[in-house]
């Protein structure tokens, strides 16, 4: 039996999943973290967190990494873990040097700090010719509006660190790139109390389909999963509306993105003891790198892939963090393809009505979540404001996304928010 410090967590579906992984591989973890009420305000009503299910529950000032790093180490010498793991983006650079400090297994934190970093992803993958969008970062505002007419509009206008697609916006003009811009301004902290970097992330604006590339490092080897596809909608935004694993495209087209993918985690540094989740634009030109993550793909596209492959990415991410090789074995599932529609609000209010319960015994229906009447609802700017998803699985092919659209729209029949 392995014991894994688990240093913070999303409060959403991976905040389940990861402990489950950890219990079912036999192993047992204990969870760090500054905040404990941050995931007892997230549990069902009546229902413990799978996080309290820690061997040990620690609070210290996971933000202060000078002063947790001396405290992690008489934690390991009292404990003895195996190793460090996290799903939160905001404390994978974290991880990664308190790996580094304790000798356990972890990507370098210098590849995971660049990951971590839009602006330095960029510059690492222009350094080594990865294809992405030509793209400027500066913090003043005259320099900004000098970088956007050189880019040429429209452009993307990205906070460097932050996640989930929070304040990603397509920006057409001057007057659009102030607002975005000043909006960033007045967001200096993170969700969980980090102060963010001031400079702002000029892009050039990619048209075409965007896929994700789902990869598993061990032993300097990259393994590919599969190519999933992805819907954006919510413009001037670019929120995620659902996914399909596998993505449907020509295999031409599924091995340039996967080449690519390979490229950028070679150029990062990303080739030993991660999961990845690299977000790719198929353009005109060919693929183009939008962003690479070092941690499995979220909302839900792990489960997609194990529906339809077998294989559990999660308990992938946790073998490869204590430096064991991963069960990639796939399994027939009886399964070709699985899909995941979100349900995007564009309207602000109280929800007062969301039917649905009548699909949840629809035979291709794999899990359904709604949220619950009488909540107050925002008009969603990014990937944390959905109400709620279907999944739905093809036995014959790569249906499952049309069928998805079919259920979304049932949905959305039922939906009042006034």
Known sequence: MAHLLVVESWVGSMSRL???AIREGGHEFTFLTRDLHHYLRSAPEGAAHPLLGARNIITADTNDTGALLPHVERLHAAFGFDGVITSCDYYLPTVARTAGRLGLPSPS????GNACRKDATR?????AGVPGPRFAVHEEWADIVRAAREIGYPLVVKPVDLCAGMYVRRVDDEGQLAVVVRALADFPVNARGQRRAPVVLLEEHLDGPEVSVETVSHAGAVHVLGVTDKSVG???GFIETGHMFPAALPAADAEAAEQTALGALKALGLTDCVVAHTEIKLTAAGPRVVEVNPRPAGNRITELIRHVTGIDLVAAFVEVSLGRAPDLRRTDTGLRSAAIGFLVPETAGTLEALDGGHLRTVPDVLEMQLAEP??????????????GHVMVGDADGLGARDRVEVLLGELRSGLVIR
Do not use: I, M, T, W
């Open 109 to 112: 934190p210098e590849a995971v």
């Open 18 to 20: 990861l402990p489950r």
């Open 123 to 127: 510059r690492v993958l222009a350094d």
């Open 234 to 236: 919510g413009a001037p």
């Open 374 to 387: 009488g909540g107050q609802v925002k008009a969603a700017g990014s990937n944390n404001e959905y109400l």
